[in-house]
Every structure is written in C-alpha cells, then in structure tokens.
Nanobody
Framework: QVQLVESGGGVVQAGGSLRLSCAAS????????MGWFRQALGKEREFASS????????NYADSVTGRFTISRDYVKNELYLQMNSLKPEDTAVYYC????????????WGQGTQVTVSS
C-alpha cells in the first residue's frame, strides 16, 4: 500500500551535516504523521523525530533537539531530516516511517539509510 525509500546517508566528520530524504508513494496514499527513527549497531531502534503531515507540527528526541530539523513537502510526499552538528553517537541506520492513521502504530517502514559520523 505504501512504499518508503530513504536516501542521503553517508560518511561525515563530526560536526558535519547531512540531509536525509524519504520518498513516500502508494495507492490511496494517506498519512497522519511521518517520522525518523534510528538504530545503532547492537542497540534497539529509537525515535528521533516526527511531523504531523497536515499541520506540520514537529517533535524531537532530546538527543537531537537543536541539531536536527524535520520537514516535509506536502505536494511531493517527501520527508526530510536536516542533520547538523553531527556527533559520533549519531551513527546509525536511519529509517523513515509513516503512521497512516488507520492504526495506533507506525504502519510502514523504509529500508533505511546508513549514517556514519567519524571522530
């Protein structure tokens, strides 16, 4: 029903920046919210940021507040995560997800994109 494809990951030096993108598509596309999660090697997946699709209201984990900015292009059905002042602890696979509103959960996930921050 919904396909999510992340891009923009890579290797950067500490203090550098990256912008992640997530393209959403699908038949009868509908979204209540979209978000970014990350999973470091050997650790559980954790919440990073989310945005209400229609209103644009945002939420951030304490660990990324002030450094990351989530945004969306309502027309293009694309989600972005601007990542500034990157730290080695930001190294993880970053996943985008969509809450369609049909259930009280994150319904679909992308395949993820690797972000590596070197010290």
């Amino acid at each position: 029903q919904v396909q999510l494809v992340e891009s923009g990951g890579g290797v950067v030096q500490a203090g550098g920046s990256l912008r992640l993108s997530c393209a959403a598509s699908g038949r009868s596309f509908s979204a209540f919210a979209m978000g970014w999660f990350r999973q470091a090697l050997g650790k559980e997946r954790e919440f990073a940021s989310s945005i209400r699709w229609n209103s644009g209201r945002t939420n951030y984990a304490d660990s990324v507040t002030g450094r990351f900015t989530i945004s969306r292009d309502y027309v293009k059905n694309e989600l972005y995560l601007q990542m500034n002042s990157l730290k080695p602890e930001d190294t993880a696979v970053y996943y985008c997800a969509i809450d369609t509103g049909a259930t009280t959960r994150w319904d679909y996930w992308g395949q993820g994109t690797q972000v590596t921050v070197s010290s």
